[in-house]
């Protein structure tokens, strides 16, 4: 499966993104899926993730009511709404996906097989 990251790039503060993350190489409607994210110097950070279903979504606490994780069952994509951005919110932006039992290993990295290469997010003034 590779994973590919977009729709980055910049916003001012109290703007909107929508991220999407595609698959190809293999259908990857069974797999769970997360945003992370990761500015230099500082640890990856989880953001939001769904699971295969789509019915199951969690968000990490800085991101909560104002990020919507969703995945369209039909193209395997999965879309990250980012609303009331915050100039915090800059950094480069990854899917990930991975299968298996979905409880709290979600807010793990290593818990994902693949990644996508990531997407700059730039929020400023």
């Known amino acids: 499966v590779q994973l590919q990251a977009s729709g980055g790039g910049m916003a001012q503060p109290g703007g909107s993104l929508r991220l999407f993350c595609g698959a190809s190489?293999?259908?990857?409607?069974?797999?769970?899926i997360a945003w992370w994210r990761q500015v230099p110097g500082k640890e990856r950070e989880f953001v939001a993730s769904?699971?295969?279903?789509?019915?199951?979504?969690s968000y990490g606490d800085s991101v909560k009511r104002r990020f919507i994780i969703s995945k369209d069952m039909s193209t395997d994509a999965a879309t990250l709404q980012m609303n009331s951005l915050k100039s915090e919110d800059t950094a480069v932006y990854f899917c990930?996906?991975?299968?298996?039992?979905?409880?709290?290993?979600?807010?793990?990295?290593?818990?994902?097989?693949?990644w996508g290469q990531g997407t700059q997010v730039t929020v400023s003034s």
């Open positions: 990930a996906a991975g299968r298996g039992p979905f409880g709290t290993d979600r807010y793990r990295s290593s818990y994902y097989e693949y």
């Open positions: 190489g293999r259908t990857y409607n069974a797999f769970n």
């Open positions: 769904i699971n295969w279903r789509g019915n199951d979504a």
